[in-house]
C-alpha cells in the first residue's frame, strides 16, 4: 500500500511535530498511581494448564504421565482412546522422571527434588512427601523396596531411601557423583546415565555405603540407560545409541553404536531397541548383534521423545510437545500406532482474546500449534480448541476473531478462532527462507520480525486472510519481538539492542535510531518509554520521545533473564525466564522497585494482564494465572 508523496510529507510533519513536542515537554506526563489498598498488589495461584509432557511410567491400565507441573493419570485400558482420570496439583516444578511402586508414585521435580504421591486412588493423586536435593533431581528408580535418585547435570548425587514407610522415604547414603541424567537398577547394580561422564557403575549391595565399579566414557551426553541382559544401552544424545557390554561391571566396555541422531530416551525388548529423539521422532533399532546394532523403521512424532517405556507388547512414549503416544510392538521391528492424547504445550507467546466461549488465552506453542485456553473460570482453565501448525509458533498477536501467529518457517498464519472449538487456518504469508519470530499490528499493518534474514517485514492487512509484504528493513542482528507506536516500530534485535524505524511509509521503512543493548528479546510501550526486555540484563527502560536519540532513563537486573513485558497501573510484569514472574513498582522510571516474585514451573517467557489476573506462558510449565488476593496481611508466596 503505497501513498502519496502530499500524504507521506504530511504524516511525517505530524510526527516530526508531536517528537517535538515531547523534546520540548521533556519526559512527559507522568506514569498514572492507582495503586488499590494503599499497596502494592499481591498475587496468588488461581489456575494452572498444560505443559510438556517429559515422563511416563506403566502401572496395570494406568499410565502415569508428567505434564507440565502435574502428575496426570490416564486409563490406557482402551489405547485407541486413552483418558485422563485424574490430575494432581500443582508442583513446583516441571515433572521430568516417575517411578512406581504398588500405590505410591515418585516424582523428581528439579531443584525443588522429588515428590512422594499416593496414587492408590487413580482419580485423584495425593502428595504425601518430599524429598529434597543437592542440585537438579533428574531421574528416579526404585527397587528391592529401595528408592533411588540421582541429582545434578554438572555434578550430582546418588541418594538411596528405604520404602520400609513408602510415603516417607527414610535416606540410607548419600553419594557425591558426576551430574546424571537418569538410571536404572538391575540386582544389586546401580546404572547412571551421567551425562557428559557416561557411563557409571554402582555396587549397592550395602545400601548406606554403595562402591563405585566400574565406567565407559561415551562420546556424546548420557540422558538414559536401560539394561538387558550383559548389555546397558545408553541414549547419548549427540553420540547416539551405545551399547555397553557390562558383563564385567568392574569393566564395562562399548561394543556397538547406531547413528540415531540426538537421543534422549531408550527401551528394549528382546532384539529390538526404541530410541527417543531430541527433534521428533521414535528410531528402532535392530540389536540382535550388539556389536552392530542396524537403524530401522523411524516413525516421526511432535517434538522432543523425553521417555519410552514398554509394558508387554505396547510402546508408551511422552513427547514433550506432542502428548502421550501408544504403539503395538507385537511386530516388534514395526510399530504400529495405537492412540495418542492432545498436544502439549511448550508456550512461547500468549495472547488474549474474548471468544464466543467466553475470554480465552491464545498459546503459541513451539510444538507447531496454537492452542485456545479457555480461561472463564481462571481456578480451572480449560482446552477450548488446538490448531497443529507445520513448524513451531513463536510469536501471536490476536484482534478480533483473528489471530496472527508468527509461524517461524512457515510464515505468518492468520487463524480463524471465532470458533475457538476448532480454529482454522485462514491466511498464510509464506516468505521462502524466513524465520519468523515476532509480530504485531498496528491498523491496517502486521509488522513481522525475521529473525534469520534479519529484517523487520511490513505486511499489509487490506485482506486480512491474504497479508502481502510491502516493505522490509534490514536490522543489524536477530530480530525477536517488536512494538509500534505513532509510526514508529521498536524492535528488540538481540545483541544490537534496540532498533528503532520509521514506518511512516510503509513501502520503505527506514532505520532512524537505536539504542545499544547487550541483550533484547522484547519490548513494550508506554507513554513514551520503550521497556526493554533484556535477558539476564533485566529490563531496561528508554526514553524514546526522540525516537532518533533515544536515552536510558532506568533499569532493574532481575535473578532470571527477563523475556517479556506487560503493565498494569504503576507495575510492569516481568516473564524471567527460570524465575518466573517479577513484579516492579515503576512509579519512579529511574529506579524501579522489586514488590513481588512468584515461581512457575518452568521458563516465563511472555505475560499479560487482564487485571484481577496476570497470565504468564511458562514454555513446558503451561499456562499460569494468577490473581490479585483481596488479603494482604500474608505473603506467602512473595519475596521481598
Known sequence: MTLSGLAIWARRALVALVVCGWVLAGAGPALKSEAAGGGPPVLGLAGQYGGGMLAVAVQGSYAYVGRGPRLEVYNVSNPANPTRVGVSAVLPRVVESIALSGNYAYITVGDNGVRVLDVSSPAAPVVVGALSADDNAAG???????????TGYTYGTLDIYALDNPAVPQLLSHTNISGAYGLTVVGSLVYVAAGTGGLYIYDATNPAAPSPRGSVNTPGIAFRVTVLGSYAYVADYFGGLRVISVSNPDAPAEAGSAATGDALAVAVQGSSAYVGLNDGGLLTVNVSSPVSPTVGTALDTQGQTRAVTLSGSRLYLANAEGGLT???????????????????????????????????????????????????????????????????????????????????????????????????????????GANLFGVTLDGPFAFVTDYSQKRLRVDS????????????????????????????????????????????????????????????????????????????????????SNPISPTQTGQYNTPGETLDVAFYDDYAFLADGYNGLVVLDISNLAQPVLVGHYPTASEANAVAVNWPYVYVADGWGGLYVFEELTVKTYLPQVLR
Open 461 to 544: 492487512l487490506a485482506n486480512p486472510v491474504t497479508p502481502v509484504t510491502t516493505g522490509t528493513v534490514t536490522l543489524p542482528n536477530y530480530p525477536r519481538g517488536v512494538a509500534v507506536s505513532n509510526y514508529y516500530a521498536y524492535v528488540a534485535d538481540e545483541y544490537s539492542g534496540l532498533q528503532i524505524t520509521d514506518v511512516s511509509e510503509p513501502d520503505h521503512p527506514v532505520l532512524v535510531g537505536s539504542f545499544p543493548i547487550n541483550a533484547a528479546y522484547n519490548v513494550a510501550l508506554r507513554d513514551y518509554y520503550a521497556f526493554v526486555s533484556a535477558g539476564l540484563s533485566g529490563l531496561k527502560i528508554i526514553h524514546v
Open 326 to 432: 501408544i504403539y503395538d510392538v507385537t511386530t516388534p521391528a514395526t510399530p504400529s500406532l495405537l492412540g495418542q492424547t492432545a498436544l502439549a504445550e511448550a508456550a512461547a507467546d500468549l495472547a488474549l482474546a474474548n471468544t464466543l466461549s467466553g475470554p480465552a488465552a491464545v498459546l503459541a506453542n513451539t510444538s507447531a500449534g496454537v492452542n485456545l485456553i479457555g480461561v472463564t473460570n481462571p481456578h480451572a482453565p480449560i482446552l477450548l480448541g488446538a490448531l497443529d501448525l507445520s513448524s513451531a509458533a513463536y510469536g501471536v498477536v490476536v484482534s478480533q476473531t483473528r489471530a496472527y501467529v508468527a509461524n517461524w518457517s512457515s510464515g505468518l498464519r492468520v487463524v480463524n478462532i471465532s470458533n475457538p472449538l476448532n480454529p482454522t487456518v485462514a491466511g498464510t504469508n509464506d516468505l521462502a
Open 140 to 150: 528416579v528408580a526404585v527397587a528391592g523396596g529401595r528408592l533411588y535418585v540421582v
